[in-house]
């Protein structure tokens, strides 16, 4: 069955701090994963996918397939990173995208 | 150019009581989606629309719950008898590939409250 975990509800980190959102996948083929975000008040958006292995606000996400895992990452956190983090796989015939259930990002000054 | 328009943004209603909910995505968007977004689970998906069609509508929970979509652009979801457990925002999101590449935009969500 294809699922996305994310185990963290909840990560609280101090500003400059490195960050790491985990997220692990389930899936018998050759998936794609993203990572959407919603901050307060806002639509969830789409933040990162791993084919473009881009940079986007300072996160970058490496695809490790004898993990199936996406771990989101940044350096150094900001205050302005606080949202709702949601990682999310498609894949094969599928349409849909399937969404973990999401971690809250708080960093706090 | 505007985004993806739900409506209501909140709803509120009695046990038993049906509820459409409405989405107009983007101008031009062939495919749209339907999640279910509440506390602790994450988004669940409910449905997926290709112009006028739902190949997949393999989230929908039940019988109650109904999809439709017209010219390709506006679609309503339906749920009859409410619940107290269909509580949630209900979110859609269109894309504008007919494969799935994964980039969704979404709407602000209809907030649904059963009493």
């Known amino acids: 069955a294809q699922r996305v975990t994310q185990p963290e509800k909840l990560l609280s980190v101090f500003k400059g701090a490195p960050v790491e959102l985990k997220c692990n996948y389930s899936?018998?083929?050759?998936?794609?994963l993203f990572w959407y975000v919603q901050y307060s008040r806002q639509r969830l958006q789409l933040l990162l996918r791993h084919i473009s292995r881009e940079s986007i606000k300072g996160f970058t996400a490496d695809l490790n397939k004898g993990e199936t895992s996406f771990h989101l990452k940044k350096p150094f956190a900001q205050e302005e990173d606080s949202a709702m983090y949601y990682c999310a796989l498609t894949g094969g015939a599928t349409n849909k995208l399937i969404f973990g259930t999401g971690t809250l990002l708080a960093v706090q000054p | 150019g505007a985004g993806v328009s739900q409506s209501p943004s909140n709803k509120v209603t009695e046990k038993g009581k049906d509820v459409e909910l409405r989405c107009d995505p983007i101008s031009g968007h062939t495919a749209l989606y339907w999640y279910r977004q509440s506390l602790g689970q994450g988004l669940e998906f409910l449905i997926y629309f290709q112009g006028n069609s739902a190949p997949d509508k393999s989230g929908l929970p039940s019988d109650r719950f109904s999809a439709e979509r017209t010219g390709g652009s506006v679609s309503t979801l339906t749920i009859q008898r409410t619940q107290q457990e269909d509580s949630a925002v209900y979110l859609c999101?269109?894309?504008?590939?007919?494969?799935?590449?994964?980039?969704?935009?979404f709407g602000e969500g209809s907030r649904l409250t059963v009493l």
């Open positions: 899936y018998s083929g050759s998936p794609e």
């Open positions: 999101a269109s894309s504008p590939h007919r494969g799935n590449t994964g980039e969704l935009f």
